[in-house]
Every structure is written in structure tokens, then in C-alpha cells.
């Protein structure tokens, strides 16, 4: 059974950082995509950062690009989302979220190429 759980949220004031984790269980992260999305409240699901198998490559949203990394760390089997220098538009649910097992997703950023979601952690951005 794949289990996705994020944690790291919070609140922070606008300039500030948070590291976002999502650790997996029954899904090998070294092997398989993974994404990190997000959704404010009104909005729709939005891609934020993805990393390819093996972590090769990584490809972000022009929103959070220059201030946001994707990693992985596979000996804990758990993908991060560093975030800096975070604006009041970034306050959203955060969810992590994977394809089939080694499924290759056409647009990393896609919500709808993605099976399995986390619960979700909330980021909140004061200014």
C-alpha cells in the first residue's frame, strides 16, 4: 500500500523559508517520480516542482522557480521542498504526490498524471 506524508508547513512571514517533507512508504522514491503540488482556497491544483527517477531531473512552475529546490534523500525514502524567500502568494495546501510505479508522467506538473496524494500540509505566508 502507498502511503504519502507530508509535514514541514507552517507560518511564516513573507521572506521567509520552510522545508516541506514527504515521506514515502510502499513506493520507492530512488526509482519513480515524484511532484510536490499545491492549492489555494478558490483555486485550482497547481504543479510547484517535480523530480525524475533517480533524481536527474527536476523541473519547477515559473512561479517558484530560483526560489524553491526539489530533492531526495533515497536511505530515508523521502522527497523535500526547500522554499525561500516565500510571498504571501504562495499560501496554499501543499501535497505531495506520485505516478504508478514507474510510470513516467508526460507533464511532470500535471496534477491528473499522479495516483497517489499525501494529506497535505498547509503553508501560510503573512506580509
Known amino acids: 500500500q502507498v502511503q504519502l506524508v507530508e509535514s514541514g508547513g507552517g507560518s511564516v512571514q513573507a521572506g521567509g523559508s520552510l522545508r516541506l517533507s514527504c515521506a514515502a512508504s510502499g513506493y520507492t522514491v530512488r526509482t519513480n517520480y515524484v511532484g510536490w503540488f499545491r492549492q489555494a482556497p478558490g483555486k485550482m491544483r497547481e504543479g510547484v516542482a517535480a523530480v525524475s527517477t533517480g533524481g536527474r531531473l527536476t523541473t519547477y512552475a515559473d512561479s517558484v522557480k530560483g526560489r524553491f529546490t526539489i530533492s531526495q534523500d533515497n536511505a530515508k525514502n523521502t522527497v523535500y521542498l526547500q522554499m525561500n524567500s516565500l510571498k504571501p502568494e504562495d499560501t496554499a495546501m501543499y501535497y505531495c504526490?506520485?505516478?504508478?510505479?514507474?510510470?513516467?508522467?508526460?507533464?511532470?506538473?500535471?496534477?491528473?498524471?499522479?495516483?497517489?496524494w499525501g494529506q497535505g500540509t498547509q503553508v501560510t505566508v503573512s506580509s
Open positions: 504526490a506520485a505516478p504508478f510505479l514507474r510510470w513516467i508522467p508526460r507533464d511532470p506538473l500535471q496534477p491528473s498524471d499522479y495516483n497517489y
